[in-house]
């Protein structure tokens, strides 16, 4: 029998995608997504820096869930830097892709956990 946490972490993520937050999964508000986040995120260009927000957090797990998916560009295994007021927290993979909505695997880099509200970034933004 499959472990009962797991089972529970996929109920709330399939709960929070098609019902529980309107914000993340682009359904019930007008205007939202915004022009640049609606699409297929087909010719997004590779340099493109996605940026976003971890919403939920299930350290047991090492998976947390980031407020941008296929629309905003996402690919599988796109690597986020995770950071919190300015300092860096360690970095997460993008695994289980949605329209506005992508789960993520804690990397071995992991300072500590992340916690909702962190900020995540693509790629190093402001260096050259």
């Not at 993340?24 to 699409?39: D, Q």
């Not at 995120?41 to 998976?63: F, H, K, L, N, Q």
């Not at 869930?65 to 599988?76: E, F």
Request: with cysteine.
């Amino acid at each position: 029998m499959e472990d009962p946490r797991r089972m529970t972490w996929g109920l709330a993520l399939t709960l929070v995608a098609l019902c529980g937050c309107s914000r993340l999964t682009g359904y019930g508000r007008s205007g939202w997504p915004p022009p640049t986040a609606r699409g297929s995120g087909e010719g997004v260009p590779a340099d493109t820096v996605i940026r976003g927000t971890v919403t939920a957090v299930d350290p047991d797990e090492g998976i947390v869930v980031l407020d941008v998916g296929k629309r905003q560009g996402v690919k599988r295994d796109t690597a986020f830097l995770v950071h919190r007021q300015g300092r860096y927290v360690g970095t997460v993979i993008a695994d289980a892709l949605f329209d506005n909505l992508a789960s993520a695997r804690y990397s071995r880099d992991m300072r500590t956990d992340p916690r909702a509200g962190d900020r995540v970034t693509s790629q190093v933004v402001g260096r050259q």
